[in-house]
């Protein structure tokens, strides 16, 4: 029988139903990727709040989950062969997610084939350099004074939006119907106006993006899963 108990992880973050899945994670763009997909699948489950402090991220309890001490991670005491699986890395929470239910991932192998080649852009690509803008333009990288790393990332920024906005020229959802390639991408454009750099980029003249994020939002479950968990648990 299941006993989240043998997760060091349950020391710290107890939980009041181990019989449904676990989140350990943060409302950050890769944290909300998660809460946002259960939102939509209807599945139940527990969410604690995990901050981007050392002494949550990199406590034994959380390394145990997860070595390389990010959000989000889970556990599912029903995973594959009825075993409980644990499970780090957003991208990889998605696919088993979407897998796991056969939603929000295609009808046929080609249609999952463009939903994952969509997840891997983000993965690669939106999610490290929108980031990274984030450190240069309003984090602690702004303090730098040579412009090149800022310019840099604002440049790539602009040039994925701008690939972005050409795939969406003739759909509503990235890859076709709505996906998890959807709720891994969206979240990070979001997060382009919390660190003040939609102006720098042009933001508007990027009409089918500005369109596509006004969707997003607009869906039930996206709003309950921007803020799962609560920043303070």
């Given amino acids: 029988m299941f006993d989240l108990n043998e997760f060091p992880v349950s020391r710290r973050w107890p939980s009041q139903n181990p019989d449904v899945l676990q989140l350990y994670s943060f409302p950050t763009p890769n944290g ?5 997909l259960l939102e939509e699948l209807g599945l139940p489950y527990e969410a604690h709040t995990v901050t981007l402090s050392d002494a949550d991220v990199k406590s034994p309890e959380f390394l145990s989950l997860n070595p390389n001490n990010k959000i ?5 005491p029903d995973g594959p062969d009825g075993q409980p699986l644990a499970l780090f890395e957003s991208g990889a929470i998605l696919l088993y997610l979407a897998e796991k239910t056969g939603r929000f991932i295609g009808e046929t192998a080609a249609d999952k084939a463009r939903v994952v080649q969509w997840l891997m852009f983000q993965m690669g690509g939106v999610g490290p350099m929108f980031g990274q803008l984030g450190f240069f333009y309003k984090f602690a990288g702004a303090e730098i004074e040579d412009p090149r ?3 840099r990332y604002i440049a790539e920024a602009r040039r994925i939006l701008a690939v972005l906005d050409g795939q969406l020229a003739t759909r509503d959802w990235i890859a076709g119907e709505y996906s998890i390639a959807d709720i891994a991408i969206a979240p990070w454009l979001r997060g382009l106006d919390y660190y003040g750099a939609r102006e720098v980029l042009g933001w508007d003249g990027f ?3 500005v369109a596509y994020l006004d969707r997003f939002l607009a869906r039930p479950a996206v709003q309950r899963g921007l ?7």
């Fill in 72 to 76: 989000p991670a889970i556990i599912d």
């Fill in 207 to 209: 009409p089918n993006v």
């Fill in 32 to 36: 909300i990727k998660v809460s946002i």
């Fill in 149 to 151: 790393p800022r310019d």
């Fill in 227 to 233: 803020t799962i968990p609560a920043r303070e648990g």
